[in-house]
Structure formats: structure tokens, C-alpha cells
């Protein structure tokens, strides 16, 4: 052991009985606080919670690898750290609607603090799976209708976080289409109706539809098989154009669909970023990394006691608007400068 007093010092008092007593009292002072200072530590030690989060997306981890690290930025902001003071578990269901639901009971045996869901179809199985654990959607394009919520301002059981579709995005999908193709006359839409969601994002499309006097070619992709027939369909129907709903059958695909909408020249409008950064032409959707970001602070307020019962589910507040010009090339088509002017990222 350290020697608190240095040894001149103590052999200088070792004939006086009074240093003695006094060296032996300071001895017994240090000790009682470097005592004191040890437990101290030890009880700051096992006030630390370590708290476990769940994250489920229905897709493959690469088409939510982006969210996830704003997910994780936004939890850092709040002073949360992986393997300090909490855990996540992440699970992901490649698309496989049975493996996403193993998975959602899963997550429930591992007795978590709260479960965040990446999309409809997780939020869907998650809620099936308990009403009890806390479930946060980091995006769910419609969770009234799709009866997860009883509504935005209280959403009641154990569901809350953000909403992704926004009543004016259809109709700007459809306006931005229109102006990069002006004769554009018949548009094509892959869906899932198996998706929730899907049935209230389709009458928004139909209405855009409408407004623009576009012809809309409903496609139904419900497993990667019905790929390659919905493209022999729009090549059969002469469509000009074609859209996509969000499923997470198409997202696992979607470098097919990309790379078929190429080989046909088709000019599309994509659900994410994602799709044109893996080549697509287009996307005008929610700033979906911001919603990641945001549900980051549902998971605090959980974690700090709060009911999903009580925590108002959001929209969207940004928008991305991003133009890939390589793909518009491989197509022979040109933006149209004004267009390009209007987008937030354009991929040269």
C-alpha cells in the first residue's frame, strides 16, 4: 500500500508518543474518506438504469441503416449511450411478414422498455403482439385508419410517435411527374394491399390522379414474383410513368425495381431517398432521418415515465425533393430547369 506520509517524516516523529496519536488519527481520517469516496462511487454505480429498446423493421438492415443512425444521434442527444445506460435490440424481418411476426414475439420475451417500429407492418405485428409494452412508429403513413390510434392529439393504448404521409404528397408526386413528362396521360402505382396503410395512400394518389387528369394503373406487389408481372403490365398498358407506395416487399426489392424501371425507360417517382441513391430518378417524400430523429425523443419522455397514451403523434415537418440526373440520362430524359432548381439534392 502507498504511503500517505513520506518516511523522513514519520521515522522524524517515531520517538514522540503524541506525533504518534496524531499520525494514527490523520491515518484513520483518510481512510474513513477514501471509504466514504469508494461507496459513494459504488452506489452512483447502481443508480445507473440500463434501460432496453427494441427496434423492428419488417425490411433488410441496409434500407434503414440511415434511420438508424439518426435514431441513435437523436437518443445521444438526450444523453443516452449504447452499452452505458441502455440496449438496443434490433431486429429485422427481410421482408418476411411471418419472420417480422417471430420476431414481434420475440422482442416481447426480452421484456423491454419499449419497442420502436421502422414502418406500418412492424407497427401492425408489434401491436399484436402486446398492448402493453410501449411501441413507438418512427413512421407510419396512416395510423388512424389502419385502427393503431384512436387519433393524433391521443392516440390512447401504447402506440404513439410519428405519422409519415401528409395530405398534400400525393398530389405533389403527381404534379412533379407531370412537369418532367408534360404529356403524361397514364401512370402506374405498385402497392400492397396486404400493407397497412396502403388503402388510405392509394385514395390520396387517386385523388391526385384526378386532379391532374392522370389515368392511375393500380399494381398489387405483394410478393417479389409480382415484380416482373406489374412491369409487363405497364409495358402492356403503355403507361408513362410509374409511382410507388411504401411496402416493405417493394423496399427489399427495390434495386430490382430501380434496374427494370432503367431497361423500360419508365420515369418514376420513389417513397425514399433510398430508391435514388441506389439509382432511381425521384423522390419527393418526408424527411424520414428527421422522423427518426424525433422519435428519439418519444423513447426519452418514455423512458422518463410518460403514457403513449398521452404523447400526441406527429407529421412531418421537412420534405426532400431529390433529382438523380444519372438515371435521368440512362432513360434519355431531361429535367426541365425549373425542376432542378426546386430540388433539395440532386445526384450528378
Known amino acids: 500500500m502507498k504511503r500517505i506520509f513520506p518516511r523522513r517524516f514519520l521515522d522524524s516523529l517515531s520517538d514522540n508518543p503524541k506525533s504518534k496519536i496524531q499520525i494514527r488519527k490523520w491515518v484513520e481520517i483518510v481512510a474513513a474518506v477514501v471509504t466514504f469516496a469508494m461507496c459513494g462511487a459504488a452506489a452512483m454505480a447502481q443508480e445507473i438504469k440500463v434501460h432496453r429498446i427494441g427496434l423492428l423493421a419488417a425490411g433488410e438492415p441496409s434500407a434503414v441503416a440511415g434511420r438508424i443512425d439518426a435514431f441513435r444521434q437523436g437518443l445521444r442527444e438526450r444523453g443516452y449511450e449504447e452499452g452505458k ?86 398530389g405533389k408526386q403527381i404534379q412533379l411527374l407531370k412537369e418532367i413528362v408534360p404529356k403524361l396521360s397514364h401512370v402506374g402505382l405498385l402497392g400492397n394491399s396486404l400493407n397497412p396503410g396502403n388503402a388510405q395512400a392509394l385514395k390520396e394518389v387517386e385523388l391526385a390522379a384526378g386532379a391532374f387528369k ?18 409487363s403490365i405497364l409495358r402492356k398498358e403503355r403507361a408513362g410513368a410509374f409511382t410507388v407506395l411504401r411496402n416493405p416487399v ?24 433510398e430508391w435514388v441513391e441506389v439509382g432511381g430518378l425521384m423522390s419527393y417524400a418526408p424527411d424520414v432521418q428527421d422522423n427518426w430523429r424525433r422519435a428519439a425523443t418519444y423513447v426519452d ?48
Open 214 to 231: 392522370v389515368q392511375l394503373q393500380y399494381l398489387d406487389i405483394q410478393s417479389p414474383d409480382d415484380i416482373e408481372s406489374a412491369f
Open 250 to 273: 417493394a423496399s427489399t426489392h427495390r434495386k430490382r425495381i430501380v434496374d427494370l424501371a432503367t431497361k423500360n425507360h419508365l420515369p418514376a417517382m420513389y417513397v425514399t431517398p
Open 85 to 170: 445506460n441502455i440496449i438496443i435490440e434490433y431486429r429485422y424481418g427481410e421482408g418476411k411478414l411471418d419472420r417480422t411476426r417471430a420476431l414481434a414475439a420475440e422482442m416481447i420475451r426480452l421484456k423491454l422498455d419499449v419497442i420502436v417500429t421502422a414502418g406500418p407492418t412492424d407497427t401492425r405485428v408489434a401491436k399484436q403482439a402486446t398492448t402493453t409494452v410501449p411501441i413507438v412508429m418512427a413512421q407510419d403513413s396512416d395510423p388512424i385508419g389502419s385502427g393503431l390510434i384512436a387519433s393524433l392529439a391521443r392516440p390512447g393504448g401504447n402506440i404513439t410517435g410519428l405519422a409519415s404521409l401528409a395530405p398534400e404528397l400525393s
Open 301 to 348: 419522455k418514455i423512458l422518463k415515465g410518460a403514457k403513449p397514451a398521452d404523447l400526441p403523434v406527429e407529421q412531418p415537418k421537412k420534405f426532400e425533393f431529390i433529382i438523380n440526373l444519372k438515371a435521368a440520362k440512362q432513360i434519355g430524359l431531361t429535367i426541365p430547369p425549373n425542376v432542378l432548381a426546386r430540388a433539395d439534392k440532386v445526384i450528378r
